[in-house]
């Protein structure tokens, strides 16, 4: 490589310039598809599942142990936060500073913020019916999932996660307000596949 | 408009050095990159990236950090005030080179559109 000498032009200088800038955001940004992709395929398909077994009017589309959905719903999201907990942590390793620590206050955020909310759920569920049940388990945690990533947007400055959170918030109240059932096709549908949309255009819209 | 073409700063106008200040100035304020991770993104031998880093220290361009990161020894890596400040500059000073000097004033005042360093 000719390291001490000069580029041959100022157009080439500027290549070099913008080159060099994408390369090195492509590698400390964390892959926008590994942190949203997990989630939408676990929302696409746990809901679906819910929808299946727990569907509007009490209605059970494909007949299945009454603890299946949430079992496969819980099991796609902690397989989803692993990932994207780990991705999260690995992008925080290439560079020490404010960003990480910001990195790191935010990630245990959802993690404090899903605990308590969860205790404050299991407390309440075993009281009601089942589909009322559902419903304010998944109302809850996907109106959480929604206010958090719009704090996201605001505390990285990034517009894309933070339409993405209002839109799952906006899923969300008309799921519920459609009913039990409904909710679960509705979060599955928009909610999973917006997440999967979102992935796709955070990671089209990376410097190149 | 009517000035003198503006001077490039050597020190950064050299391929290699360029290469290094262009990735440190992704990174934002308060951040700094290990040098292996550096070294990883850049493709170049530990040895050769010593030198161009001393060299940019030498300017005031970029701070060298040795530290511990639990018990291993870490070296952190992060453009100073002054070293964004000059890539801001030169930056700048390659647009003025590209932009036609016939020009009329009023259609200079709009440079080349560019990634907005943060």
Redesign the interface.
């Given at each position: 490589?000719?390291?001490?000498?000069?580029?041959l032009d100022?157009?080439e200088?500027?290549r070099?310039?913008?080159r060099?800038?994408a390369?090195?955001?492509r590698?400390?940004m964390p892959d926008p598809r590994l942190l949203l992709w997990p989630w939408g395929v676990a929302w696409l398909l746990g809901f679906t599942v819910f929808f299946l077994r727990y569907g509007p009017d009490d209605r059970v589309y494909v007949a299945m142990p009454r603890w299946l959905p949430s079992v496969v719903l819980l099991a796609l999201m902690f397989a989803a936060g692993l990932i994207s907990g780990i991705v999260g942590a690995r992008a925080s390793r290439?560079?020490?500073?404010?960003?990480?620590r910001q990195g790191t206050m935010y990630g245990l955020t959802w993690a404090f913020a899903f605990s308590g909310m969860i205790t404050v759920l299991s407390r309440l569920g075993d009281q009601l019916p089942d589909g009322l049940a559902n419903l304010i388990w998944a109302g809850s945690l996907t109106g959480l999932t929604g206010a958090l990533h719009m704090a996201g947007g605001a505390v990285w400055n990034d517009r894309s996660m933070f339409f993405l959170g209002a839109f799952l918030s906006v899923v969300n109240a008309v799921g519920v307000i459609l009913g039990p059932g409904w909710h679960a096709l509705v979060v599955a549908v928009l909610g999973g596949g917006g997440m999967l949309v979102a992935g796709l255009v955070s990671w089209l819209r990376m410097?190149r | 408009m009517s000035d003198a073409l503006p001077e490039l700063d050597p020190v950064i106008h050299a391929q290699a050095r360029l290469r290094v200040v262009s990735s440190l100035s992704t990174l934002r304020e308060g951040d700094s990159i290990s040098f292996p991770r550096l070294q990883d993104i850049l493709r170049m031998t530990a040895g050769n990236l010593s030198v161009h880093l001393r060299k940019l220290e030498d300017a005031g361009y970029v701070e060298v950090v040795k530290t511990h990161q639990g018990r291993t020894p870490a070296t952190l890596v992060h453009l100073t005030r002054r070293g964004r400040l000059a890539f801001d500059d030169y930056t700048a000073a390659l647009q003025a080179l590209l932009t036609p000097r016939t020009d009329p004033p009023s259609g200079a005042a709009k440079p080349p559109r560019t990634e907005e360093p943060t």
């Open positions: 490589m000719t390291e001490d000498q000069p580029p100022p157009a200088s500027l070099i310039i913008q060099e800038r390369a090195t955001v590698r400390i290439q560079v020490t500073g404010l960003t990480a410097p | -």
